[in-house]
């Protein structure tokens, strides 16, 4: 008999949600139901030891995929030998018997099932790739990205290919030094191929219609206030940066940075696959 589907064992589960109030104190009954399994196991708590010992058990995990068993420990009350298992939906829920008004089948978050046990002493104990001797999940193979066939386009140094910019997904957070890689990246993309990042800086701040600046070229030298200035001057001008043009780099200044470069990103991007 072949496994149900994923998508089949969530659909029956989610069909019994608000019913199987007769399911009360039968959840492996209604969890193994799902998967069409014989009764092998007499309890949640001897599938579980029995799933624990044959591989692929996830102790503790809370994020449970789709469609495979999810185990309670509970340490009191009329079902304490027995313990608790039901049926992940994704997400961090799961579809269990008992948790809905009257003791029906309700969707209810792991967490939050675990928490309104709490007077019973459930603890969640994680969930099984195999549940009742047979394999219910398969870790899906992570996909190859399609090979590019040579463009002709621009090689960066540094940058393997157009995904790699801009660096970490350029965020309002990002830091100085991944920032920097994203500058080096745009500049020599726009022709400033000058063996320093300061440099290409200067050379492109001093193209600038607005920079108002005229420092060192040539150097390695570090950031100074002045260049730091003009940078200001430059994305304030173009709506990125809306702080004092004071030369410091804090939390405004790199967050404009992201934002510029971030909508650079484009046109970067097609330079480096195409050249121009």
Same mark, same amino acid.
């Given at each position: 008999?072949?496994?149900?589907?994923? #998508?089949?064992?969530?659909?029956?589960?989610?069909?019994?949600?608000?019913?199987?109030?007769?399911?009360?104190?039968?959840?492996?009954?209604?969890?193994?139901?799902?998967?069409?399994?014989?009764?092998?196991?007499?309890?949640? %708590?001897?599938a579980?030891? #029995?799933?624990?010992?044959?591989?692929?058990?996830?102790?503790?995990?809370?994020?449970?995929?789709a469609?495979?068993? @999810?185990?309670?420990?509970?340490?009191?009350?009329?079902?304490?030998?027995?313990?608790?298992?039901?049926?992940?939906?994704?997400?961090?829920?799961?579809?269990?018997?008992?948790?809905?008004?009257?003791?029906?089948?309700?969707? @209810?978050?792991?967490?939050?099932?675990?928490?309104?046990?709490?007077?019973?002493?459930?603890?969640?104990?994680?969930?099984?790739e195999?549940?009742?001797?047979? %394999? @219910?999940?398969?870790?899906?193979?992570?996909?190859?990205?399609?090979k590019?066939?040579?463009?002709?386009?621009?090689?960066?140094?540094? @940058?393997?290919?157009?995904?790699?910019?801009?660096?970490?997904?350029?965020?309002?957070?990002?830091?100085?030094?991944?920032?920097?890689?994203?500058?080096?990246?745009?500049?020599?993309?726009?022709?400033?191929?000058?063996?320093?990042?300061?440099?290409?800086?200067?050379?492109?701040?001093?193209?600038?219609?607005?920079?108002?600046?005229?420092?060192?070229?040539?150097?390695?030298k570090?950031?100074?206030?002045?260049?730091?200035?003009?940078l200001?001057?430059?994305?304030?001008?173009?709506?990125?940066?809306?702080?004092?043009i004071?030369?410091?780099?804090?939390?405004?200044?790199?967050?404009?940075? #992201?934002?510029?470069?971030?909508?650079?990103?484009?046109?970067?991007?097609?330079?480096?696959?195409?050249?121009?």
């Amino acid at each position: 008999m072949a496994l149900p589907t994923v #998508a089949e064992r969530v659909r029956r589960a989610t069909a019994a949600i608000g019913k199987g109030a007769n399911f009360a104190g039968m959840c492996e009954k209604f969890t193994r139901g799902h998967f069409g399994f014989p009764a092998r196991y007499a309890s949640a %708590r001897l599938a579980r030891i #029995a799933s624990q010992g044959a591989g692929g058990w996830h102790a503790g995990d809370y994020n449970a995929p789709a469609g495979v068993p @999810v185990f309670f420990d509970l340490h009191y009350g009329k079902n304490a030998s027995y313990d608790h298992v039901a049926i992940s939906v994704g997400g961090g829920y799961c579809i269990s018997t008992s948790a809905g008004p009257g003791g029906t089948v309700a969707k @209810v978050r792991i967490k939050d099932l675990e928490r309104a046990w709490a007077g019973v002493g459930c603890d969640y104990q994680g969930w099984a790739e195999i549940y009742h001797g047979q %394999r @219910v999940y398969t870790k899906p193979k992570a996909s190859t990205p399609p090979k590019q066939a040579p463009s002709g386009g621009l090689t960066i140094p540094g @940058v393997t290919s157009s995904r790699d910019y801009p660096y970490a997904a350029m965020s309002t957070s990002s830091t100085a030094s991944n920032l920097d890689k994203a500058w080096a990246t745009l500049l020599f993309a726009a022709g400033y191929r000058t063996r320093y990042l300061k440099d290409r800086m200067r050379k492109w701040l001093q193209a600038s219609n607005v920079a108002e600046y005229d420092g060192p070229a040539g150097t390695a030298k570090a950031h100074d206030k002045a260049q730091m200035k003009a940078l200001q001057r430059v994305l304030r001008s173009r709506r990125y940066y809306l702080g004092a043009i004071d030369g410091i780099r804090g939390p405004l200044m790199l967050a404009g940075e #992201a934002k510029w470069l971030n909508s650079q990103a484009p046109n970067v991007v097609r330079i480096i696959r195409t050249g121009k």
